[in-house]
């Protein structure tokens, strides 16, 4: 029974891979994407989303940043997800010698690591960059709001 009950948990872990390692290459893609906005927002945009009325540019701040957020967090998981996966299969091969198949498993472990490390790392970064920028236009055009009323 318990046999039975491992090795049908272990094909469903087995049938995570291939989806866990598309989900991280389209959050890469996306992590890309969403960098190159962050940096358009510091150089040039913020003149663009000043003439926004506050609470627009409020709910645009929100959306954005917990998109960097959801990078931060979501990349890291699915990376040790990926490394967790092929390590089964590999330690299992190394147990029967295969050491062709234990180094294709560790590649793939250290690669889904890496890409996913890397995905949270600038989720972190445009996250904090965008915090820093919302924070200050926000209070300029609250600081300008008062002045004027």
């Known amino acids: 029974m318990t046999t039975s009950l491992d090795q049908a948990l272990h094909a469903l872990v087995g049938l995570l891979l291939w989806p866990v390692i598309a989900a ?3 959050l890469a893609f996306l992590a890309v994407l969403d960098a190159g906005l962050a940096l358009g927002e510091r150089v040039g945009g913020a003149a663009r989303l000043a003439r926004l009325k506050h609470g627009t540019l409020e ?3 929100r959306r954005r940043i917990a998109r960097s957020d ?3 967090k979501i990349g890291p998981t699915l990376g040790l997800m ?4 092929p390590l089964g299969p590999g330690i299992a091969a190394l147990g029967r010698g ?3 198949a234990l ?3 560790v590649t793939t472990a250290f690669d889904t690591t890496i890409v996913g490390l890397a995905v949270g790392l600038v989720g972190y970064l445009t996250g904090r960059l965008r915090r820093h920028g ?3 236009l926000l209070s300029r055009l609250e600081q300008e709001g008062v002045t004027h009323a």
Do not use: H, K
């Open 59 to 61: 709910n645009l701040a």
């Open 70 to 72: 959801l990078l931060a």
């Open 103 to 105: 180094s294709q498993a």
């Open 24 to 26: 991280l290459l389209s």
């Open 98 to 100: 295969d050491f062709m």
């Open 134 to 136: 919302f924070d200050l």
């Open 82 to 85: 990926g490394t967790l996966i």
